[in-house]
Structure formats: structure tokens, C-alpha cells
């Protein structure tokens, strides 16, 4: 079960993928999420990350793969339920992109708990991708690189 949004962002990729990645930071632009702790430093494959969020339960995700400065995915669950989530920036020209978030669960369990949380799934993506647009067109600027 696979659901995701697209928004056009009068921003420059790079500034969007700098917030994008800058995971820790998420809850300063989307109530959909309290926290985010990175737990072997910056996204790359292999990283782990937990999330929470409110009305689902706290979750660690891994990083699965990363196209520097255009998209990442990570994933959490195991037997029965995997839910993989795909983070993708893609350039318009000099100050425009196009953002994809896109939620994708599989699995006997997990595609069952898609179903249930559907609703709440498609307000979050939502909620996400208006905060991010938000933020990217805002006068924010982002922390210099580590």
C-alpha cells in the first residue's frame, strides 16, 4: 500500500534538500513530528534514526539509500509488516523544485496497518510537505555544514 504527495517549491533544491536531511530538526517545521534522533550522525546508508510521532508509536528507521542532494529512503518493521519511506528533491530550474514524500507498507501486518492508518497517513504527508515548503520559501536560514 503505497501513498505519497508532491509539492512544487519556490526554493532552490539545494536549500530544500539541506532541510530535508537535517532530519533533527524536523519537529521546528512539522507537528507530525516530536522528535528525531540521528543515531550514527548525518543520513547515509545504513544510518538509523528514531522517530516520534504522535498517534503511532515510536520508531527506528534505517537508511536504505541515499542519492546525494536528491533523494534518501529509510525503513523500520520485520516479519509481516515493512514500512519504507522515500524522500525525493528534484530541481525546476535555479530556485524551484518538486518534492515527492511517499509512504510505502507491505507486508501481511503491514499492509493491514496501512489501511488503518491511512487517514492519518495522507494528513501527515500532507502536513509534512506544507511544512517544508513553508520553511524552504521562509527567510530560515539553514546551519552551516559540520
Known amino acids: 500500500m503505497e501513498q505519497h504527495i508532491t509539492v ?3 526554493a532552490p ?4 534538500w539541506s532541510i530535508l536531511c537535517d532530519a533533527e530538526r524536523w519537529p521546528e517545521w512539522t507537528p507530525t513530528v516530536r522528535s528525531v534522533t ?3 550522525g548525518p543520513l547515509r546508508v545504513g544510518a538509523t ?3 516520534d510521532q504522535p498517534r503511532i508509536p515510536t520508531v527506528k528507521w534505517t537508511v536504505t539509500a541515499l542519492d546525494e542532494g536528491r533523494s534518501f529512503t529509510w ?3 520485520g516479519a509481516g509488516a515493512l514500512t519504507v519511506a522515500h524522500h525525493t528533491v528534484e530541481s525546476l530550474g535555479e530556485k524551484r523544485c518538486r518534492v515527492t514524500l511517499s509512504v510505502d507498507q507491505s507486508g501481511a501486518i503491514g ?3 496501512g489501511r488503518f492508518y491511512r487517514g492519518l497517513t495522507d494528513r501527515y504527508l500532507a502536513t509534512e510537505a506544507a511544512g517544508l515548503k513553508g520553511r524552504a ?3 530560515w536560514t539553514p546551519p552551516p555544514a559540520a
Open 75 to 77: 525503513q523500520s518493521g
Open 111 to 113: 499492509s493491514v496497518v
Open 137 to 139: 520559501e521562509s527567510d
Open 38 to 40: 540521528l543515531h550514527d
Open 13 to 16: 533544491a539545494a536549500r530544500v
Open 8 to 10: 512544487e517549491i519556490e
Open 49 to 51: 534514526a528514531t522517530i
